[in-house]
């Protein structure tokens, strides 16, 4: 009985190399995109559904935590709010308006006039095309823009009292 616990013994130790890779691969990683559950997750920036890889957009802060965004316009002008948001370990990662896979955002060149799901109006493309602007140029447009109706209520307080009569 002894050798037969061995044998399993020996067998689950072998195992346990594997089992410790297959754990660690299903925890989040330190760099790159993180996995978006399409039509559960919720943007971070104004809490819509994130169903459109298309437009999608992650940042992974400097204290390495991702953070999910339905539209790149909106993670622009959240990252906008972070006192972090420079830094050098700051990720940026956009869906490709062709592809849906994920690109550097900060490398990535933008085209204006989409029809994205916050109304920001860009999409990422990996190859210039007529009209198409750099990083820099997408956030200072989006900035100047500021958020759309869809993303934010106004910063005065809204009325939420009626009167009849």
């Not at 400097?62 to 002008?77: E, M, P, S």
Request: proline share 4%; hydrophobic share 40%.
């Amino acid at each position: 009985m002894c050798e037969h616990h061995g044998l399993n013994r020996r067998r689950f130790l072998a195992l346990v190399p594997g089992m410790v890779i297959a754990v660690s691969a299903c925890g989040q990683s330190s760099t790159g995109p993180a996995e978006i559950k399409w039509g559960r997750e919720t943007c971070e920036y104004c809490g819509m559904i994130i169903d459109d890889p298309h437009f999608a957009a992650q940042v992974r802060g400097a204290d390495r935590k991702i953070h999910k965004f339905d539209d790149l316009g909106d993670a622009v002008l959240w990252m906008a709010k972070q006192n972090w948001a420079d830094d050098a370990s700051v990720e940026f990662w956009v869906g490709g308006l062709e592809t849906g896979q994920w690109m550097d955002g900060r490398k990535a060149l933008y085209v204006d006039g989409q029809h994205s799901p916050m109304a920001h109006g860009f999409g990422a493309v990996a190859a210039g095309q007529a009209g198409a602007m750099d990083y820099a140029a997408m956030k200072n447009a989006v900035l100047a823009k500021g958020s759309t109706s869809r993303c934010e209520p106004s910063e005065a307080p809204a009325n939420t009292t009626t009167r009849d009569g």
